[in-house]
């Protein structure tokens, strides 16, 4: 079956620590997104990618850093520099239809900075 | 520019009565408009879409959304509630253009009573 796969679904970081989390997606999408949920709070978007070798920063970019090699895999790196990272992280990539584009999500992951 | 605005941030209902959960968004262009349900833990999973094609949009688990261009408004209803039901819901808008992104509201959490 198709669909979008993040892991790990729980992930500790020290404070100082880059992490990266993985987003892998079999659906053949060009456009992928990292969002950042936070309680109380919609999603966000962190950054976004139309197309390989492609990406453009969203509303909370700062702290982030993404990587588009392959259509497929859409990694986001939550630095040092990220102030409050400890947060409910979501990947989605985009299907084009003939009535207009559906976005996609995936399981989520957990980033708890300790 | 484009924005949403869910209406009460945690609704109750009883098994079996009326889900309305509110939904009203600002937009320059005609809208693409969605809602997500996000059970504990998990991503975001596509309820139903508006695209234009009609004003009243049928999704899954029997819930349904009219889109009312004159009140600037896309509410969620199911006419009896179910247990399985409890979790929370997202309205979002969309635009057309190549940078397609989705703007989501606060999100409700939708408590459904024995």
């Known amino acids: 079956d198709g669909g979008i796969t993040q892991s790990p679904k729980y992930l500790f970081r020290k404070e100082g620590q880059n992490v990266t989390l993985s987003c892998e997606q079999n659906l053949n999408h060009d456009a992928m997104y990292w969002y950042r949920q936070d309680p109380g709070q919609g999603l966000r978007l962190i950054y976004y990618?139309?197309?390989?070798?492609?990406?453009q920063k969203g509303d909370i970019a700062e702290g982030y850093s993404v990587s588009r090699e392959k259509k497929e895999s859409f990694p986001l790196t939550v630095t040092s520099a990220q102030k409050n990272p400890t947060a409910f992280y979501l990947c989605?990539?985009?299907?084009?239809?003939?009535?207009?584009?559906?976005?996609?999500f995936g399981e989520g992951s957990w980033l708890t900075v300790v | 520019a484009q924005s949403v605005t869910q209406l009460g941030s945690h609704v109750s209902v009883s098994e079996g009565a009326l889900v309305l959960l509110r939904c009203n968004y600002s937009s320059s262009v005609p809208p693409y408009l969605f809602w997500y349900v996000q059970y504990p833990n998990q991503g975001l999973q596509l309820l139903l879409k508006y695209t234009s094609a009609a004003t009243l949009v049928k999704g899954i688990n029997g819930f349904e959304a009219e889109f009312k261009k004159s009140e600037t408004s896309f509410h969620l209803t199911k006419p009896s509630a179910h247990m399985s039901d409890a979790a929370e819901y997202f309205c979002a808008v969309s635009t057309s253009g190549s940078a397609r992104q989705l703007t989501f509201g606060s999100g409700t959490q939708l408590t459904v009573l024995p």
């Open positions: 989605a990539s985009r299907k084009k239809g003939e009535f207009g584009n559906t976005i996609y």
């Open positions: 990618s139309q197309i390989v070798n492609d990406f």
